[in-house]
């Protein structure tokens, strides 16, 4: 093996193709690199083809057989959507949940309960004696809330 420096006798050759092939003193053959002639050959099949691929996944997109990627702007535009979305429903949510606070600080004003969805009116002094109804109805038709016992009767 030659050392760094030391000249290695050799031989080059250049086909009809264009191919440039190092002859090695053992009479092999390697291809080594190709004449300016060939690379530009090359180089304008290498864009045709270039051409005929973009021409042939343009159609596939058309037809809808190839689904393209997104760019980064319609990734960007769809997330930005997602986000307004999930405002809109959070500021929905914040609506409703102060509007229910807003009553029920109502009804502790005016000594009724929410509970369950129903709101309970107080019927005497006695918090623990609620009937059930609309806030501010005072019709007897409103159904009774059972009332918890003063003297424990009714337990056995």
């Not at 050759?13 to 440039?20: A, E, F, K, L």
């Not at 606070?101 to 969805?117: H, I, P, T, W, Y």
């Amino acid at each position: 093996m030659a050392e760094y420096g030391q000249a290695v006798p050799f031989t080059a050759g250049i086909d009809t193709d264009g191919t440039i092939y190092e002859i090695g003193l053992d009479r092999r053959c390697k291809a080594v690199g190709i004449d300016l002639e060939r690379a530009t050959e090359l180089s304008r099949d290498i864009e045709q083809l270039k051409e005929i691929t973009e021409d042939y996944y343009n159609k596939l997109v058309e037809l809808g057989a190839i689904v393209p990627p997104k760019t980064a702007e319609e990734i960007a535009r769809e997330q930005a959507a997602e986000q307004a979305e999930i405002n809109k429903e959070l500021i929905a949510t914040l609506r409703e949940m102060r509007l229910e606070l807003n009553e029920l600080k109502a009804g502790a004003d005016n000594g009724s309960v929410r509970c369950g969805g129903e709101l309970y009116k107080e019927e005497s002094g006695d918090a623990s004696e609620f009937r059930a109804g609309t806030f501010g109805s005072d019709s007897e038709n409103d159904k009774p809330k059972p009332a918890k016992s003063k003297t424990g009767a009714g337990k056995g």
